[in-house]
């Protein structure tokens, strides 16, 4: 099992920053593949981004390219967000997720946390 809780979510104006924070859980984190999704009202989930707790390696949406920078933090098992120049399009509500290494399987997800961008 691992358990996932994101934060950081908020209202903000295009253009402006956010850092939304998921704190992971549970069995080897080192095993896992993080992940960020999100799920505009009326729309299907997407995915954001995403990195591997052993190594780091990243992967991200077209969308967020250049804008959206995910990381993580071993020591306080916590990835990380960045998200800049924020879009209206961007609002959404956002998900950590967490898939078993070569799987591309999320089995686990956090709650969520609203992100709304006002133009």
């Known amino acids: 099992q691992v358990q996932l809780v994101e934060s950081g979510g908020g209202l903000v104006q295009a253009g402006g920053s956010l850092r939304l924070s998921c704190a992971a859980s549970?069995?080897?984190?080192?095993?896992?593949?993080m992940g960020w999704f999100r799920q505009a009202s009326g729309k299907e989930r997407e995915f954001v981004a995403s990195?591997?707790?052993?190594?780091?390696?990243?992967y991200s949406a077209n969308s967020v390219k250049g804008r959206f920078t995910i990381s993580r933090d071993n020591a306080k098992n916590t990835v990380y967000l960045q998200m800049n120049s924020l879009k209206s399009e961007d609002t959404a509500v956002y998900y950590c997720?967490?898939?078993?290494?070569?799987?591309?399987?999320?089995?686990?997800w956090g709650q969520g946390t609203q992100v709304t961008v006002s133009s």
């Open positions: 549970g069995r080897t984190l080192s095993l896992y593949t």
């Open positions: 990195i591997t707790w052993s190594d780091g390696r990243t």
């Open positions: 997720a967490a898939a078993l290494m070569g799987t591309a399987k999320y089995d686990y």
